[in-house]
């Protein structure tokens, strides 16, 4: 009888004690989702953009390294086959911007010195255009499970002595 007054009385202080859970505010869909926001950092993905034969690859930085020497490498190949080097001797590197989209499509852009008065940005951004064309797939960045847009700067070897 004891046992059960004590069970009683025990029962009764914890469940007095347990309505502090019951009052305690829950966060709003908006908060969690501005906390969340908070915590992404936005200057990182968690995939890099990647083609087929880098995925074979399980360490993150070789993955990465491997993409960007394959993009290095393809685009080498593509304008090596113009006169690019024969039009402009003294560029020997040219840094290009690419954009690897959502979509997986590709765009790229030559990134020129602001006072480049030495060579013809028009023709060479032209020719860029004209040879990048039917470039292998590449499979977008991700992002929390979502593909993002990618961006970067590649230097690119034109003339190879």
């Given at each position: 009888m004891i046992k059960n007054k004590i069970a009683i009385g025990s029962f009764f202080i914890t469940l007095c004690f347990s309505c502090q859970y019951f009052e305690k505010k829950v966060p709003s869909e908006k908060e969690l989702l501005e906390q969340q926001m908070k915590e992404i950092n936005w200057k990182e993905v968690d995939e890099y953009p990647s083609v087929v034969d880098c995925e074979k690859l399980t360490d993150k930085e070789l993955q990465k390294q491997c993409f960007f020497d394959f993009l290095t490498t393809t685009i080498q190949e593509k304008l090596a086959v113009d006169t690019l080097s024969n039009l402009f001797p003294q560029l020997d590197t040219i840094e290009v911007k690419v954009t690897v989209l959502p979509n997986a499509m590709l765009q790229f852009e030559p990134q020129f010195p602001k006072d480049s008065v030495a060579?013809?940005?028009?023709?060479?951004?032209?020719?860029?255009?004209?040879?990048?064309?039917?470039?292998?797939?590449?499979?977008?960045?991700?992002?929390?499970?979502?593909?993002?847009?990618?961006?970067?700067v590649l230097p690119v070897i034109i003339k190879q002595e």
């Amino acid at each position: 009888m004891i046992k059960n007054k004590i069970a009683i009385g025990s029962f009764f202080i914890t469940l007095c004690f347990s309505c502090q859970y019951f009052e305690k505010k829950v966060p709003s869909e908006k908060e969690l989702l501005e906390q969340q926001m908070k915590e992404i950092n936005w200057k990182e993905v968690d995939e890099y953009p990647s083609v087929v034969d880098c995925e074979k690859l399980t360490d993150k930085e070789l993955q990465k390294q491997c993409f960007f020497d394959f993009l290095t490498t393809t685009i080498q190949e593509k304008l090596a086959v113009d006169t690019l080097s024969n039009l402009f001797p003294q560029l020997d590197t040219i840094e290009v911007k690419v954009t690897v989209l959502p979509n997986a499509m590709l765009q790229f852009e030559p990134q020129f010195p602001k006072d480049s008065v030495a060579y013809d940005t028009i023709k060479i951004d032209s020719i860029l255009h004209a040879r990048l064309v039917d470039f292998p797939k590449v499979n977008p960045a991700i992002k929390r499970g979502i593909p993002v847009k990618t961006q970067f700067v590649l230097p690119v070897i034109i003339k190879q002595e």
